[in-house]
């Protein structure tokens, strides 16, 4: 199946800071990638669809000025955590869908990226 | 609001034993998607099936839908260690998968 690489897996701040965390899809294009955020033992809640070339989409609640999402290639795509603080300590997952593969409604995801706000 | 909602929250068997996790939603949808976690990890995709289909298999795991119940399960048989893991179903409805809260399943030598 196609590959999505997220980077870094771990990250650890200073409160104020920002974080920026890397989405890419390494053996096909991604016109469009979606943003997660899990709390532990918790489900997946979907924060943004990230779009190439255009603005993101994002879910209800979400801040987008918080929360940064650039896709600027077919390959990439990032989400910047700005002036992180404390609650923002999650797991951030990224997952794209292979459209040219047959639009089959699956989702290939990274391996997630902990963020932890100090 | 979410839409798959899956039961149990746990579960813990013996090796050898089959797993069944089930899982319920409230709206229409296209396709219904079974992902596993392992901890700390992402997910991985492990079995679709669509509004209509009834039953699909993969290895050892099988996937059930009824759609007048809204509900769907997953069961894995002759489980095994490597097997425990979270379990999410995802809905599919227009454009996004909305997941569930996950059972997080315990197998034991």
């Known amino acids: 199946g196609a590959v999505v690489s997220q980077h870094p897996s771990w990250v650890i701040c200073k409160s104020g800071t920002s974080v920026k965390i890397e989405c890419r899809s390494l053996?096909?294009?991604?016109?469009?990638m979606f943003w997660y955020r899990q709390f532990p033992k918790q489900s997946l809640m979907l924060m943004a669809t990230s779009n190439e070339g255009s603005k993101a989409t994002y879910e209800q609640g979400v801040e987008k000025d918080k929360f940064l999402i650039n896709h600027a290639s077919l390959t990439l795509s990032t989400l910047t955590v700005t002036s992180a603080h404390p609650e923002d300590s999650s797991f951030y997952i990224c997952?794209?869908?292979?459209?040219?593969?047959?639009?089959?409604?699956?989702?290939?995801f990274g391996e997630g990226s902990r963020l932890t706000v100090l | 609001s979410q839409q798959g909602e899956e039961d149990p929250q746990a579960l813990s068997i013996q090796e050898g034993e089959n797993a069944t996790m089930n899982c319920s939603y409230k709206?229409?949808?296209?396709?219904l998607q079974w992902y596993r976690q392992n901890s700390g990890r992402g997910l991985v995709h492990l079995i679709l099936?669509?509004?209509?289909?009834r039953e699909k298999h993969s290895g050892r795991l099988r996937v059930t839908l009824d759609t007048s119940k809204k509900s769907s399960s997953l069961l894995i048989t002759a489980s095994r260690a490597a097997d425990t893991a979270s379990y999410f179903c995802a809905t599919a409805g227009y454009s996004t998968l909305t997941f569930g809260k996950g059972t997080m399943l315990l197998v034991s030598p």
């Open positions: 997952s794209a869908p292979d459209l040219l593969a047959g639009n089959t409604g699956e989702l290939f």
């Open positions: 709206t229409s949808i296209n396709n």
């Open positions: 099936i669509r509004s209509n289909e």
């Open positions: 053996d096909f294009q991604a016109t469009t």
